[in-house]
């Protein structure tokens, strides 16, 4: 049968991650050893799984059917509380539970923020590079991307005025900014408060939204303002996304947004149909897992743990990376490497993954498809002994491909 | 601040659920006592709660980081091969991996479907009245929807084959037909397996798909057909849809779906952009619940138990509502109920919640927004002793409607 006339246009919206594909290639190759140097996963280390356990189990015992039968789309109140208190402590005063609702991870989110803002052509800006599955559920909707560069001060938000008073003046306006203003993904790069403050002053003039993407403030390990965007924003322009991917699990698929109560109840709608709600048990551990201290106690020994594989990772690429740049990330959990103009690191990767290295090639990262130079490296998960190896490994192919 | 602006023309296919709109006035209006016949709950009496939570802490103490670590699009392993033989049970022959998806939920694969599925203006089929989510989720893809009216023998398909040939006879074509054929919500109805084969003969003939909703052919209380579309599919039309929200625990939102891997790979695609992956904690306790026998034992507790209270709301109606008809449910969670026309259900809901009782209006379920004399209400939550006192309650405010 010919399944292929029965599939929509909107079909091809729906971008293949590489990452994902390469993850599916490994399983094939059945690997005896490999460095996973791709996804963002915590550290296992990390975990305290008998204290967890008895979260699981408790959790069942406690709420009984009200973990068992369906929920509202919203997100389950005492979480919705928790997150609150959660929040309060890192600066940010949610003013009523009708500006927080719960998400199916901070991926869904983006796709739900994307579905409920942007009509086919909208403009939007995104830092270039930044977090490649951002730009691919924005490109559900089809806009029109504006990729905004950074340096070490994160975002050039003089370049993006220049790109505003462009669409302005031919008559056009932009709907939202995408930012993930510390300790980004992929750069490890941080926006600076004063350009934070710039930015909001220019959503306020161009009258756009600032989508703050904040999974890693909780990890830094330098000296570095984490004011969130949405702790500064006085006219409600701020949509800010969390998610315990990263402070406790991110097979919980558990996230949360703030914004006005106007567009969370849109946000509701549209998530009503997509899943009707998220898993109560993983709403339920997470909220057990912040009132108890235990989300507190993961991420102090994440960042403990981090920030020396942080630092066996930019030694290691010191001594075997030829001709790499990269910028030290004060946070979060990847260093981004620009590689000789030479070196593709897609046609790369299989060579890679067959030697025993898995990283994601920065292309996809990149608005305007840039960057084949470029690769994502992630140093929280792999064990700490490993780095070193990985990435000499990887050092050693990269050097074979420039003599060729 | 102006946030209507900032819309997309998309959220107006996102339909607000009067189902779950009520729910939030519920929430406000703080009841005494509530007898809840709205949603398809299971009933809270067949839990054994302390071997749910203990299975709870297992999947933890089990898979460790697997279980709190990313996890794949398509589903966990484990949990997929014990669908496989769940379904071997049920006379469904799954023949590889690459035939099934697990999903958050099965609402998430009715988004899922009409997302691969449907242009704007394309031709759907649907039982009239059928599933509300369903409608609304095919919605959210802008299509015309064909209602083929029902009958005690489920789909009249000679209806369709009518429909059928107008579509043909212009130019035109079906892209799938929506059917539960055991059991239907809203309607209790089964399709007999005549109509199940002539439906399959027009999709060869007229080349379109199936997608086959099974969430209740567990819970039949009269002899029935439960025979699947899936295992009668010879020619890889069926899509077909099942779920652990009956047989398990809705709360833990894990569905599946089975489709030619054609289909299957582009569903992973769309999904990987909408939540990255289903909670593994969701997917391990189910794939644990299905192995140790827990999902047979629950749904024959259920089966025993929701037939009663099917017993003892027919009994109700027959002794309370004037004028009204239903077809008896040969299974699944729900009666439909038409009063006379002179009654709008929706308008009668806020009186029957300061009464203390809740329904869902029928006309979300007819594809037509036609059914505005009927309701639908569930009989496999509310506690047995509740079900006549709710129906009298009902059936005196319906009395009073039809006196003025």
Redesign the interface.
């Known amino acids: ?1 010919e ?2 006339k ?6 091809s919206l ?4 590489a990452t ?1 594909e390469a ?2 290639l490994l399983e094939k190759l059945k690997l005896p050893k490999l460095v996973r140097f791709a ?4 550290g ?1 280390e990390i ?1 305290p ?2 204290t ?3 979260i ?6 406690q709420y ?2 009200s ?7 919203k997100g389950e109140k005492g979480f919705i509380e928790s997150l609150k208190s959660f929040m309060y402590q890192r600066g940010i005063n949610v003013r009523s539970d009708d500006d927080i609702i719960v998400v ?2 901070s ?2 989110a983006l ?1 739900l923020i994307s ?5 086919p052509g ?1 403009y939007i800006a995104l830092e270039n590079p930044t977090y490649l ?1 951002a730009i ?2 924005f490109k ?2 089809n806009p029109n991307m504006i990729g905004v560069p950074v340096d070490e001060k994160g975002m050039k938000v003089e370049i993006l005025e220049e790109e505003l008073r462009k669409l302005k003046n031919s008559g056009k306006g932009l ?2 900014v995408y930012t993930i203003p510390t300790a980004s993904n992929p750069t490890g790069i941080s926006t600076t408060l004063d350009r934070k403050k710039y930015l909001l002053e220019l959503a306020s003039k161009y009258d756009f ?1 600032v989508v703050e993407d904040d999974p890693y403030s909780y990890f830094t390990y330098e000296d570095t303002d984490t004011t969130s965007l949405k702790s500064l924003d006085s ?3 701020v949509i800010y996304i969390s998610t315990m991917s990263k402070i406790f ?5 558990v996230g949360w947004v703030l914004a ?1 109560s ?2 969370v109840s ?1 946000l509701e ?2 998530k ?11 709403q339920c ?1 997470s909220k057990i897992a912040i009132e108890r201290g235990l989300v507190h106690e993961v991420v102090r020994k994440a960042k403990e743990l981090y920030k020396v594989k942080r630092d066996a990772m930019l030694k290691a690429l010191e001594e075997n990376i030829p001709g790499g740049k990269w910028v030290k990330p004060i946070g979060g959990l990847f260093v981004m490497v620009w590689l000789p103009e030479k070196i593709n690191t897609e046609a790369l990767l299989p060579d890679a993954l067959r030697a025993g290295v898995q990283y994601v090639p920065g292309r996809q990262f990149f608005v305007d498809d840039s960057g084949t130079n470029t690769l994502r490296l992630n140093f929280s ?1 792999p064990p700490l002994e490993d780095i070193p190896y990985g990435i000499e490994v990887l050092g050693k192919l990269i050097k074979d491909k420039l003599k060729n």
Chains 1, 2 share one sequence.
């Open positions: 049968m399944y292929r029965f599939l929509s246009d909107r079909l729906f971008r293949v991650s994902r993850i599916k996804a963002g996963n915590p296992p975990y799984y008998e967890i356990a008895e699981a189990k408790e959790v069942v015992m009984k059917a973990v068992l039968l369906y929920g509202s789309t199916t991870g991926q869904q796709y579905t409920l803002l942007v009509n909208d599955a691919n559920a559900t909707a709907k939202y939204l006219e409600g322009r699990a991110p097979a919980l698929r006005n106007v567009l849109q709608r549209i009503a149909v997509i899943d009707l709600h998220t898993p109560l048990i993983s551990m998960y």
